[in-house]
Structure formats: C-alpha cells, structure tokens
C-alpha cells in the first residue's frame, strides 16, 4: 500500500505510528530529528498543563498517542556508524541547550524553536526549561546507537527471551573461523575429485581463500538460501557423462576434417567484412579446434568452436550468399546448446559453491557457540532469531516499554534483517512511534549494506509518506536546472529518471524562501 507523499512541517508531524520520511541531500534531515527529539521532550502536541492551571497548548491534541514527555533514554535513535551516533548526539545536545535557553528567555533566531515558543502558553516555560535541564544532563545516557549496538544492549538486557549468552564477547569478524572452515570444506570436498573436476574447479576458485571471497556475500545473509540439483559426491557422473559427449565431438570433427575442407568450404561464401571468416582466420580457428580435438586431455571447449555453429555462420554472412552446408556445423550447435555441455562448469561452480556454504557456516556456528563469540553480522541475525522465536513478541514489548519511539536514521542502508527486526517491534503498534528516515535514491548503495528492494518494501506497506521539500545546501539555480531535468517524468510515462520509478519517484525541491517571501 503505497501512500501519498505529503509535505513534512516538523511542528505539526504527527508522532505516532509508522512514518517513511524521504529526505533527499541538503533538505534537513538531521535538523528535523532534533526538532522531533525536541518535541517528544516536551510532549509537544498533547494537552500541556501548568504547574498551577489547567491551560491548554494552542496544538490540536491529537497529534500524538503518548501519556507524558519522553526522556532521551527512552527516545531510540539508530544510525549506521560510530562517528554518525557520535555527531547525532552533539547536534542533539546542542538543541536541547538551545530551547533551554529560548524557554527561559523567550525568543530565539531558530526558526521552528521560535515557533515553538510562540505555540505554548508562556506559563508552561519554566516547566520546559527544567524538562529540557534534565535531559540535557542525561545525554551521555541517550539512546543513540548504531543498529550493532542497540541488537547487543537489547540481546544482553533481555537473555532469558532472547535466548542468547550471558557472557558475550564481541569480536570484529569470524574471518579465523570462516579461512579454517573453508579450508578444512577444500580438503574434504575439493581435493579428493578426480583431475579432471579438480582443475575445473582451480578454474573457478585458485584458492580456498579465493573461494571464501566469492562467498562473502552470502555468508552471513540468513535470508539467502540457495539450491542445487547435484550433490558433490554426483559430480563424479556428471563428468563422466560430460566427458562422453566431449570425446563424441572430437571423434566427429576430426572425421570432418579429414573427409572435408573446412577452410575452403567457407571460403567460397560471402560473409560481412566485420566477420571472422577471412581465409587467414578461418584458417587458424580450423588449426586451434583441431588440435584442441586431437588432444584427448584438454577437457574445456575453446572459443573458437562458436564460430562453427550453423546460427553464428548464419547471423555472419551476406543476406544473398548462400547457406553454409555440412553436418559439422549442425553438429556443433548441437554440442554447444546441449544442457549437459552448456551448464556443465556453471553446474559445478553451484554445486560447489552451496556445499562450501553450508559447510562454512555450520562450522562458523558451532565455532560461535563453543566459544561465546559473536560477530557484528551475528548481533544482527541472532536478534531476528530472538524476535521470530517463542518469545518474541513478550521480547518486542519489553522493547516497546523502553523504547516507545524509534528514529531509523540513514534508513535507505537498511538491510532485509534489519527491517524485520524493527517491523516486528513498530509495525501496527499506534501507542509508539517509528520513524524511518532516509533517501531512497541512495538505496542502489549495496557496497554499504544497502538493499534497494528492502526499501521498495518498506515504501509499500508503509501508509504514510512524507517528504522534505526545501533544499538548504543547493543554489537555486542549481535546484531549479535539476527540477528542470526530471519533473517532467511521471511514474507511467517513458522518460522516468529511475528504473523503479513507480517505488522511487522524483520530488522535486525548492530552495528557501527570504523573509520577503521571495526566493
């Protein structure tokens, strides 16, 4: 369910529920954490009484579903990285300071702050400035955390219905166990192949460690569960089977080309001048598939054989010349296109690559176990696990009492693991708030862990959208020649600026207005 995409005005953004916020570069971003921080400080938005009245905020009421102001140990905010949760809070603290000031004062140069000020009753100012004073202490304390550390605090606070170790030790990578698992999975299941499927396979993989490189990728995606059709210990047929067509085709070409020649049979078509088929080149790709067919112990299939196919002939020569005629030709297409054949070093690497796999992280896991460590990558798995457990939901509500908001910073980085994790939590929960903030034209990132298709997700199920609309950081020349570009692009027409632009539309931005109301 995708929804429509509304302006975002930080003083009247409703605070409960599920929000997707879309912030392209420059738009204020982090400002507008600090002002939502801010408001749930302050429980802006909610009927705000006096120390000695029954006086009402100007706010309509129903902004927010929360009984009494947040502190900041109970305001959740994950980042990506250590510098980013480090700068958060500064920016944070130095917020807090400012409206601590403006509510003691009464004024202040920051726009929303000000704003702030002139939406609440000025006998509630000394209350705010001693909520503000308060928090202010606390934000050594705050809940500001990368997305490993909130999944270690949470694992570690709640054990018994996590099910994880009392005792954990935090370790950087599994590299040492997943070179000794993969080494061992080499020795075990790679050097005991016959010759022919060993060199196959140097093909694919020098090494074991080049091996554990092209697995990296999978190796700690629970989620990726892949399939083959063969068992290691069925390869041994396959090459056998494999090897029996091989040895035909040799036996069939060398018969050709003692009975005809190849070379001046062609020479008497016409083919394009950009083809290969001049009488010095089809000369030498007759000399290198001959002699590759007369050695009985060269078991791949040169490239030069393409060029003997009956459709490559076809596509290669003039339109008026005529066919190229001998069974050779038939024959090669056949061998080429022949499944066996054509998926024979594909259906290795496969069935290799998921039996290293399974054998890499199984070991890597009783390895964990054993010895009561657990990975960055672990953190996140095991948290999943813990809320897709017996316990889980008992587990997401004791998350939900700590933490009744949740501020997803830099939310395009975010992971199909990671955003299960906190769907489980935050999603249909109106009593709490989750914010999810972000640029989605960010989300093709996967080098940093993003998952563009996790995004997509997110953006469909989530109802409500909204969307910063003013960009700080651009001149406007430059914001009006980019608008120029792609708002002529709709979601349905052929000139979309992006392949999923249905999920990722373009919103245009506009620069900040002066005083006078001018650009």
Same mark, same amino acid.
């Given at each position: 369910?995708?929804?429509?995409?509304?302006?975002?005005?930080?003083?009247?953004?409703?605070?409960?529920?599920?929000?997707?916020?879309?912030?392209?570069?420059?738009?204020?971003?982090?400002?507008?954490?600090?002002?939502?921080?801010?408001?749930?400080?302050?429980?802006?938005?909610?009927?705000?009484?006096?120390?000695?009245?029954?006086?009402?905020?100007?706010?309509?009421?129903?902004?927010?579903?929360?009984?009494?102001?947040?502190?900041?140990?109970?305001?959740?905010?994950?980042?990506?990285?250590?510098?980013?949760?480090?700068?958060?809070?500064?920016?944070?603290?130095?917020? !807090?300071?400012?409206? $601590?000031?403006?509510?003691?004062?009464? *004024? @202040?140069?920051?726009?929303?702050?000000?704003? #702030? %000020? =002139?939406?609440?009753?000025?006998?509630?100012?000394?209350?705010?400035?001693?909520?503000?004073?308060?928090?202010?202490?606390?934000?050594?304390?705050?809940?500001?955390?990368?997305?490993?550390?909130?999944?270690?605090?949470?694992?570690?606070?709640?054990?018994?219905?996590?099910?994880?170790?009392?005792?954990?030790?935090?370790?950087?990578?599994?590299?040492?166990?997943?070179?000794?698992?993969?080494?061992?999975?080499?020795?075990?299941?790679?050097?005991?192949?016959?010759?022919?499927?060993?060199?196959?396979?140097?093909?694919?993989?020098?090494?074991?460690?080049?091996?554990?490189?092209?697995?990296? !990728?999978?190796?700690? $995606?629970?989620?990726?569960?892949?399939? *083959? @059709?063969?068992?290691?210990?069925?390869?041994? #047929? %396959? =090459?056998?089977?494999?090897?029996?067509?091989?040895?035909?085709?040799?036996?069939?070409?060398?018969?050709?080309?003692?009975?005809?020649?190849?070379?001046?049979?062609?020479?008497?078509?016409?083919?394009?001048?950009?083809?290969?088929?001049?009488?010095?080149?089809?000369?030498?790709?007759?000399?290198?598939?001959?002699?590759?067919?007369?050695?009985?112990?060269?078991?791949?299939?040169?490239?030069?054989?393409?060029?003997?196919?009956?459709?490559?002939?076809?596509?290669?020569?003039?339109?008026?010349?005529?066919?190229?005629?001998?069974?050779?030709?038939?024959?090669?297409?056949?061998?080429?296109?022949?499944?066996?054949?054509?998926?024979?070093?594909?259906?290795?690497?496969?069935?290799?690559?998921?039996?290293?796999?399974?054998?890499?992280?199984?070991?890597?896991?009783?390895?964990?176990?054993?010895?009561?460590?657990?990975?960055?990558?672990?953190?996140?798995?095991?948290?999943?696990?813990?809320?897709?457990?017996?316990?889980?939901?008992?587990?997401?509500?004791?998350?939900?009492?700590?933490?009744?908001?949740?501020?997803?910073?830099?939310?395009?980085?975010?992971?199909?693991?990671?955003?299960?994790?906190?769907?489980?939590?935050?999603?249909?929960?109106?009593?709490?708030?989750?914010?999810?903030?972000?640029?989605?034209?960010?989300?093709?990132?996967?080098?940093?862990?993003?998952?563009?298709?996790?995004?997509?997700?997110?953006?469909?199920?989530?109802?409500?959208?909204?969307?910063?609309?003013?960009?700080?950081?651009?001149?406007?020349?430059?914001?009006?020649?980019?608008?120029?570009?792609?708002?002529?692009?709709?979601?349905?027409?052929?000139?979309?600026?992006?392949?999923?632009?249905?999920?990722?539309?373009?919103?245009?931005?506009?620069?900040?207005?002066?005083?006078?109301?001018?650009?």
């Amino acid at each position: 369910m995708t929804g429509t995409v509304k302006m975002l005005v930080p003083l009247k953004f409703p605070l409960a529920g599920e929000k997707l916020i879309e912030a392209s570069a420059g738009t204020g971003k982090t400002y507008t954490i600090m002002i939502l921080y801010l408001r749930l400080l302050l429980h802006h938005g909610v009927k705000a009484e006096t120390d000695n009245s029954n006086t009402q905020s100007k706010l309509p009421k129903q902004l927010t579903a929360f009984h009494s102001p947040l502190n900041v140990k109970q305001i959740l905010v994950v980042t990506f990285t250590e510098a980013a949760t480090s700068e958060l809070r500064g920016r944070i603290r130095t917020k !807090i300071a400012q409206a $601590k000031l403006a509510f003691s004062t009464g *004024s @202040s140069k920051d726009k929303e702050i000000a704003q #702030l %000020l =002139n939406e609440t009753e000025p006998a509630v100012y000394q209350r705010y400035v001693l909520q503000l004073e308060a928090n202010e202490r606390l934000m050594d304390e705050a809940s500001i955390f990368t997305i490993h550390g909130f999944c270690q605090r949470m694992l570690k606070q709640n054990a018994f219905e996590s099910g994880a170790f009392f005792n954990i030790e935090l370790v950087e990578s599994r590299e040492h166990s997943q070179v000794l698992a993969v080494r061992d999975n080499w020795r075990k299941h790679i050097n005991s192949l016959p010759n022919e499927l060993f060199n196959t396979v140097l093909k694919l993989w020098k090494s074991p460690e080049v091996l554990l490189d092209s697995l990296q !990728i999978c190796l700690d $995606k629970k989620d990726i569960e892949i399939r *083959s @059709s063969y068992l290691p210990a069925g390869l041994e #047929l %396959l =090459n056998a089977q494999y090897k029996t067509k091989l040895q035909q085709f040799k036996t069939d070409w060398l018969s050709a080309i003692n009975k005809c020649d190849i070379v001046s049979l062609l020479q008497q078509i016409r083919f394009k001048k950009s083809s290969k088929y001049s009488k010095q080149d089809v000369s030498g790709l007759v000399n290198t598939v001959t002699d590759w067919a007369e050695n009985n112990a060269d078991n791949t299939i040169p490239d030069e054989l393409q060029y003997f196919t009956l459709s490559k002939l076809l596509s290669s020569k003039l339109a008026s010349a005529d066919e190229p005629r001998h069974a050779i030709f038939t024959q090669c297409e056949a061998f080429l296109t022949d499944d066996l054949v054509s998926h024979y070093e594909k259906t290795i690497k496969d069935t290799l690559y998921i039996d290293a796999l399974s054998f890499v992280r199984k070991s890597v896991f009783a390895d964990k176990i054993n010895r009561q460590e657990l990975s960055f990558n672990d953190l996140l798995n095991d948290m999943d696990d813990a809320l897709e457990h017996e316990q889980g939901e008992h587990l997401a509500q004791r998350i939900r009492e700590q933490y009744p908001v949740a501020m997803i910073d830099e939310f395009q980085d975010t992971d199909s693991v990671q955003y299960r994790i906190f769907s489980r939590i935050y999603k249909d929960q109106p009593a709490t708030g989750w914010y999810m903030i972000g640029d989605p034209k960010q989300a093709i990132y996967a080098f940093r862990g993003a998952d563009i298709f996790t995004y997509i997700n997110a953006r469909r199920i989530i109802s409500e959208h909204y969307s910063l609309i003013t960009n700080w950081r651009s001149s406007s020349a430059m914001i009006q020649a980019v608008n120029q570009i792609f708002e002529f692009s709709t979601p349905d027409n052929d000139f979309a600026p992006f392949i999923y632009n249905k999920d990722i539309p373009f919103h245009k931005v506009s620069p900040p207005l002066k005083e006078n109301g001018q650009i």
